[in-house]
């Protein structure tokens, strides 16, 4: 194993030590999203309105997303040992729409384990797990437990959300606040499929 990869192996379960669970996390942003806060440090009026806003997608999610049997005969059948770390915030909105999915394909398979940090709180980690070169939220790191390496990563959108922020950053230089809306209405339509599909490819 390179040098690089060993010292993002260590960085990994040092920070495993810290993380939540998935119901642990919903709690705390229910809480926050009461309270007019969000997990990062630096509270904005912004980031409290996304936190209170993605509390409800979340719980939405949680009741209604539709696992494929095909896929959940995957994992259910599946005999690794994998550590699924997700780095996070309350305020992400691709984070509201991936996070239950991930949890909905942990809870299928004994050998999955999914854990959550902060972003802001553990940059050092975030650094080493950039993707094109910014700190694109969530990301999921794949610990295998029983190679003692990372054998994975995911993030920060599913795949034809991000060909579709590619291509319109390609075209208008940046994303408008109409082409969130409309990003958003795609995930809504697209009822999570494309993210299990991308996350099943990690198994």
Avoid at 50 to 61: G, P
Avoid at 124 to 133: P, V
Wanted: aromatic share 8%.
């Amino acid at each position: 194993m390179e040098l690089t990869d060993r010292k993002k192996l260590d960085l990994v379960k040092e920070k495993l030590e810290e993380a939540i669970d998935y119901n642990t996390y919903i709690s705390e942003v229910a809480r926050l999203a009461e309270e007019g806060l969000s997990t990062s440090p630096e509270q904005t009026e912004s980031n409290s309105q996304y936190t209170k806003l993605n509390n409800a997608r979340m719980h939405r999610w949680d009741k209604k997303l539709n696992i494929p049997q095909d896929v959940a005969q995957k994992f259910r059948s599946y005999k690794g040992k994998v550590t699924w770390l997700v780095i996070t915030e309350s305020w992400c909105g691709d984070a509201a729409h991936a996070l239950p999915v991930m949890n909905k394909l942990a809870e299928l398979s004994e050998g999955i384990d999914l854990k959550i940090v902060y972003r802001d709180t553990h940059p050092d980690l975030m650094d080493e797990f950039l993707t094109n070169g910014a700190r694109s939220i969530p990301k999921l790191i794949a610990l295998d437990e029983q190679k003692d390496e990372i054998i994975g990563e995911w993030g920060s959108r599913p795949t034809e959300a991000t060909k579709m922020v590619a291509d319109y950053k390609s075209e208008h230089g940046m994303l408008t606040e109409q082409f969130k809306k409309d990003l958003q209405v795609w995930y809504n339509k697209d009822k999570g499929q494309n993210i299990i599909k991308d996350l099943t490819a990690l198994v």
